[in-house]
C-alpha cells in the first residue's frame, strides 16, 4: 500500500523527558540531524534515549554523530543502515565501541554510498516507494553478498521498515541507455532533528550545514524538533524563506539549550573537539568506557545539570561568534580561529 498522508500535524510544546518517553522505544528506527559528529547532533534526545534504557534500536541516516557514538557506547543500537561509520574527525574518527560490537556479532551493518543515502531519503520525502540511481553501477556495495540485512533474513516483509531488496539492477525503460540501480526509499519511524530555532507551531530553522535534514523530516513518519529556543510562530513567517522544516510535518517541539553538545549549532555554540577527544580516549577501553557513561550519562539528574557541569568557562569559549557563526576563542590547533576582517576586495574598494 503507498503512505498516504491525509492531514497536517499539530506539533506539542514538551519537556525533553516527556518527548523521548512519547516517541522512542524498543526497536524503533530512528534518523538523527545534523554533519557527521560536528554538526547540530541532537545528542540531549540520545542521551535521554540512554538514560531511559531504550535499547535494539535501527538506525539509518547519512554518517554517524555523537549521537550514535552514545547508542554504541551504552549498547543500544542494534542495526545501523548508514554510509559512514566514523562519528568525527577530531575525535578519532572510527568509532571504536562500533567496531568491538560488530565484530562481536551485537549489530548488524548494512553499508550504501552517501550518494544512495541521500537518495533513498529523498525518495521517501517525495512519498515514492524507490528511486533510480546509476552512480551504484560496479560497486561491490550492490552485490547482494554484501546484503547484511538480507543475510540476516530480515528481508522477509515481516518488518514494514526493512524493504525486501537492498536495490535492484535493471534495464533503464525509457532512453536505451543501460542498466541503472533502484534503491528502495528511506522511511524512518522517527526524525529527531536539532535546529537553532523553532517557531511554538513547529516551523524550524538553522544557519549553516543542513546536509538531507529536511528530506530526513519529510520522510519520516513522526518529527521532533530540538531548538536552542523557541520563539513566536510568528517571527518565523517574517522571513519565511530562511525556514527549512514545515510546522506541518511536525509532531513534537521540545526547547533545549545546548542540546548538540558537544557538536555545535552554527551562531549559537561552537563543538567542543577536546571533550570528543575525551570521549574517543574513554572508548579505547570497557571499564573507562564505563566511568564515562557512570559521570556524563546516569550521574548529571537531567540535562541542564550536564550543562552545568561543563563549567561556564568552557560554555563562555564555546560561545559562537555573531559574524562567523563559530567560536573565536576555541584553539584551532596552535591558534584560536580568526575574527571575521574586512575581504581585501571589499577594503580596496574604499568601502
Same mark, same amino acid.
Given at each position: ?76 543500537m542494534k542495526i545501523y ?23 562481536? #556479532? *551485537?549489530? /548488524? +551493518? ?7 543515502? !541521500?537518495?533513498?531519503?529523498? @525518495?521517501? =520525502? ?51 541507455? #543501460? *542498466?541503472? /540501480? +533502484?534503491?528502495?526509499?528511506a522511511r524512518p519511524e522517527? !526524525?529527531?532533528?536539532?535546529? @537553532?530555532? =523553532? ?153
Open positions: 500500500m503507498p503512505r498516504l498522508r491525509t492531514q497536517t500535524k499539530k506539533a506539542q510544546i514538551m519537556s525533553l523527558e516527556e518527548a523521548c518517553k512519547a516517541f522512542m522505544h524498543d526497536g524503533a528506527m530512528v534518523a538523527w540531524s545534523g554533519f557527521t559528529g560536528f554538526n547540530r547532533n541532537p545528542f540531549a534526545f540520545a542521551w535521554q534515549t540512554v538514560r531511559q534504557g531504550v535499547k535494539n534500536l535501527h538506525v539509518i541516516d547519512r554518517h554517524g554523530s555523537c549521537c550514535t557514538w552514545l547508542l554504541n557506547a551504552a549498547g543500544a543502515e548508514t554510509d559512514w561509520m566514523g562519528w568525527g574527525e577530531m575525535a578519532g574518527k572510527l568509532d571504536v565501541n562500533l567496531e568491538r560490537r560488530y565484530k562481536k #556479532g *551485537e549489530m /548488524i +551493518l548494512e553499508d550504501y554510498s552517501h550518494g544512495a543515502m !541521500a537518495m533513498r531519503f529523498l @525518495a521517501g =520525502a517525495i512519498g515514492a516507494p524507490f528511486i533510480p540511481y546509476n552512480a551504484p553501477l560496479g560497486s561491490d556495495l550492490y552485490n547482494p553478498k554484501y546484503d547484511a540485512l538480507g543475510r540476516a533474513g530480515m528481508r522477509d516483509g515481516k518488518n514494514p521498515k526493512i524493504p525486501k531488496k537492498k536495490f535492484i539492477q535493471f534495464e533503464e525503460p525509457f532512453w536505451g541507455e #543501460g *542498466e541503472t /540501480i +533502484l534503491l528502495p526509499a522517527l !526524525a529527531v532533528i536539532h535546529v @537553532a530555532q =523553532a517557531g511554538d507551531k513547529g516551523t524550524a530553522r538553522w544557519r549553516g550545514v543542513g546536509t538531507i535534514d529536511k528530506e530526513i523530516a519529510y520522510a519520516a513518519d513522526k518529527v521532533v524538533i530540538l531548538a536552542e529556543e523557541i520563539v513566536p510562530e510568528s517571527e518565523m513567517r517574517k522571513v519565511p524563506e530562511a525556514n527549512q522544516i514545515p510546522y506541518f510535518v511536525v509532531d513534537a517541539i521540545v526547547e533545549c539549550p545546548w542540546g548538540a553538545f558537544p557538536s555545535s549549532v552554527p551562531f549559537y555554540y561552537d563543538y567542543d573537539a577536546p571533550f570528543m577527544r575525551g570521549m574517543d580516549a574513554a572508548s579505547r577501553n570497557p571499564e573507562d568506557m564505563k566511568k564515562w557513561l557512570d559521570e556524563w550519562v546516569y550521574g548529571p539528574k537531567n540535562w541542564e545539570e550536564f550543562i552545568v557541569k561543563l563549567g561556564a568557562k568552557r560554555l563562555l569559549d564555546l560561545k559562537a561568534d555573531s559574524v562567523t557563526g563559530y567560536s573565536t576563542r576555541m584553539m584551532r590547533g596552535k591558534k584560536p580561529a580568526p575574527r571575521m576582517k574586512m575581504p581585501l576586495s571589499v577594503a580596496m574598494s574604499g568601502y
